[in-house]
């Protein structure tokens, strides 16, 4: 199984720039998730969702859309990228709808700077 | 949401077991503990979870204090391989909120 693919691993925008992060899972997890992390902190959740149809806000969503039309996918949308949004961005995946009631499965990241 | 407290860092021999504490005093009756860790460059790897009583896997043991207001990480024998930055942490429904986590050294 490839688990939790994310892609792309690098990628440098510009000021102002949009883009979409991607993130697909193949182990029919209902929960999926995106979390940020900055230098030498814990990471930051910015959304989630529990199903295809269904997704609400984390800890920091300002900046970021996504949306959930398949259970395999949960793309994370940056609409105007700034240079606070440098950071590295990772996707989760959890069997079952209440996600932390069982183990979270991550992608290896993508590495965003923004200039 | 529930905060954890972790010492910023320990440092443990190869071969020898390592203990990793971790307080959460404010944690609510259905709050789980989790602990995952992350190894330079990478994803955080899931090792562990529970609610209440004490759990095993392959990779590590977590102990859970009666009072749940404080739970360890055991790992039975550290390798090189181990060291990374351990997270605990509480969850509530759909979030998991991760704190700083403890840098672990192993020392061969």
């Known amino acids: 199984n490839a688990g939790v693919t994310q892609t792309p691993k690098f990628q440098v925008l510009k000021t102002g720039q949009s883009m979409t992060l991607q993130c697909a899972q193949d182990?029919?997890?209902?929960?999926m998730s995106w979390y940020r992390q900055d230098p030498g902190m814990g990471l930051r959740l910015i959304h989630y969702?529990?199903?295809?149809?269904?997704?609400d806000q984390g800890e920091v969503p300002n900046g970021y859309n996504v949306s959930r039309s398949t259970t395999e996918d949960f793309p994370l949308r940056l609409l105007s990228a700034a240079p606070s949004q440098t950071s590295v961005y990772f996707c989760?995946?959890?069997?079952?709808?209440?996600?932390?009631?069982?183990?979270?499965?991550f992608g290896s990241g993508t590495r965003l700077t923004v200039v | 949401d529930a905060k954890t407290t972790q010492p910023n860092s320990m440092e443990s021999n190869e071969e020898e077991p390592v203990h990793l504490p971790c307080n959460h005093s404010?944690?609510?009756?259905?709050?789980?503990i989790h602990w995952y860790r992350q190894l330079p460059s990478q994803g955080p790897e899931y090792v562990i979870h529970g609610l209440t009583s004490n759990v095993n896997n392959r990779m590590a043991s977590l102990a859970i204090a009666e009072d749940r207001k404080s739970s360890t990480l055991i790992l039975h024998r550290a390798t090189l391989r181990d060291a990374a930055v351990y997270y605990c942490i509480l969850s509530l429904l759909n979030k998991l909120v991760f704190g700083a986590g403890t840098i672990l050294r192993v020392k061969s």
């Open positions: 404010t944690i609510s009756g259905t709050d789980y």
């Open positions: 989760a995946s959890s069997y079952g709808r209440t996600g932390p009631h069982y183990g979270y499965t």
């Open positions: 969702s529990v199903g295809a149809g269904i997704t």
């Open positions: 182990m029919n997890h209902e929960y």
